[in-house]
């Protein structure tokens, strides 16, 4: 059993985002089906982009399409929901509560992804966190630094502001995502065997390790070139999926195209069962008991 738990379609009636935005075609549910068949994935799980940093530039599908395509194809796709702490629900005092419960209602196993660019320990995020721990729907986030013009929860080298959130929110599962969150993986190399995706060293790295030992509801989404890259490029990558195998969930972050090059978190992960690298058991942690644990 293969689940991944990230990704993205684009709207089958509005392909002029990703065409005119991002210079290719639509990413529909029915090319990502035929990506899974080609690469033995059972279950894909949809991750709206409906926040404002996002939407009208990758173009991809809200929370309603979202849901609209799992319902389609129930066997192979589910759905998260993307509820934005900016929202007009997160001023009062159980509204973001009741609409995290009509996304439940309707399917949404979790929250995400999670781009919003506050800083990570906003007020606005701490009432989201604390309502998504009593509701049980873990959050997948995409990390960015201070400064940057992109997307996504803000924090400070070693994610300070999310280790705050880790403690103060114990019951919320938070899954890191993207280049921010894995460079911290970093710890073990020098510059010269430093991988030609990351900058240059940065005081800081290697907290994943101290941050996933302390806190069990820290999980990694291993998606997106960011977590392949940071493990294949740290010698001690396979060491680290091993020792925080319940922590660790699959994922693609695809929505480019039917003839996309494999994602290389795929072949690293089955060679690493295959060299023995990786257990058995922690294969199969990761592939799909981790979620159907987070989402169950």
Known sequence: MIIDIHTHITSDDFPEFSRVMLGRGPFTADILLKRMDMEGIDRSVLLPLPSPECLDYYGVAGNQDCIRAARKHPDRLSAFCYIDPRSITNYTDDGIAKLMRIYKDLGCLGIG?????????????????????????PIIFHFKPQGSTSYG????LGLPRTER????FPKTIFLGHSQCFWNELIGSLTKETRCNYF?????????LW???????NLYGDCSAGSAFYALSCD??????????????????????????PIPGIIPYLKDGLAEGKISSKSYEAIMHKNFEKITS
Do not use: V, W
């Not at 929860?153 to 400070?156: G, P, S, V």
């Not at 101290?210 to 069990?216: A, D, M, R, S, V």
């Open 235 to 260: 010698p001690k990558g396979y060491e680290f999926l091993e020792r925080f195998h319940e922590q660790i969930c699959f994922g693609t972050d695809r929505f480019t195209g039917l003839d996309e």
């Open 210 to 216: 101290t941050l996933f030992e302390k806190y069990p």
């Open 199 to 207: 900058k240059e060293p940065y005081e800081g790295k290697g907290r």
């Open 113 to 137: 992804e999670m781009t919003a660019s506050l800083e990570m320990d906003d007020i606005l995020y701490q009432r989201l966190f604390f309502n998504a721990g009593e509701e049980k729907m």
């Open 153 to 156: 929860a803000i924090d400070d």
């Open 165 to 168: 959130m880790l403690a103060m």
